[in-house]
C-alpha cells in the first residue's frame, strides 16, 4: 500500500486501513490528517504481480478470522477485531472501565481508597462513592445502582 491507495481509502471512507503487509510512502501518509495506516511494516518497493481479491470480504490476519462489519480497535499497543454480534456488550464493558479507571485513579491519588479496593469486588460504600462521584461527571454518561451492580457481578475478584 502506498500514499495513492491510503489517500483513495480515506476519501471514500473515512476510515484508516489495517494493512497485514509492507506500507511505502510512511512520509505521505502521515500527512493525511485523519488517516491511520496500521501495517505490518514499511518497505519502499512496490508490489508487482498481485491482485486485489476483493473488498469487504472475510480475511485472516494473523491468527483471526475477520469479517465484515467486525470492530477494529487498534492502539499503539495492537489490534484488537471485536466480532459484530459482541458489539454492544464490548463497548458497554469498555465505557464502565473508563469511568472505573477515572473515578480509581481519583480515589488513589486522594488515598481515599487504595488500588487493592479500587481493584476488587467493591464493596456498598465504594458503589455509593462511584455513582456519587458519576454524578459530578455528566460528560461520562449515566449508571444506575442496577447497572452498576450488574457489572460488578460479573467480575470475578
Do not use: C
Not at 18 to 43: M, P, T, W
Not at 51 to 70: A, Q, S
Not at 87 to 105: H, L, N, P
Request: glycine share 8%; charged share 25%.
Amino acid at each position: 500500500m502506498g500514499s495513492t491507495l491510503a489517500t483513495s481509502i480515506f476519501s471514500k471512507s473515512g476510515n484508516g486501513v489495517v494493512f497485514n503487509g509492507a506500507s511505502r510512502d510512511l512520509g505521505e501518509i502521515q500527512n493525511i490528517r485523519g488517516f491511520n495506516a496500521f501495517v505490518r511494516d514499511f518497505h519502499p518497493s512496490f508490489l508487482e504481480d498481485m491482485v486485489l481479491m476483493g473488498l469487504n470480504t472475510p480475511i485472516r490476519i494473523g491468527n483471526v478470522m475477520v469479517l465484515p462489519g467486525d470492530l477494529v480497535l487498534a492502539t499503539r499497543e495492537g489490534i484488537l477485531f471485536i466480532p459484530a454480534h459482541m458489539a454492544d456488550e464490548v463497548i458497554s464493558t469498555a465505557e464502565f472501565v473508563i469511568r472505573k479507571d477515572q473515578f480509581g485513579f481519583e480515589m488513589v491519588k486522594t488515598n481515599r481508597y487504595s488500588t487493592g479496593q479500587i481493584d476488587s469486588q467493591w464493596t456498598e460504600e465504594i458503589k455509593s462513592e462511584f455513582l456519587k462521584w458519576l454524578e459530578k461527571h455528566p460528560e461520562l454518561g449515566k449508571m444506575t445502582k442496577t447497572e452498576l451492580d450488574k457489572v460488578m457481578s460479573k467480575r470475578t475478584w
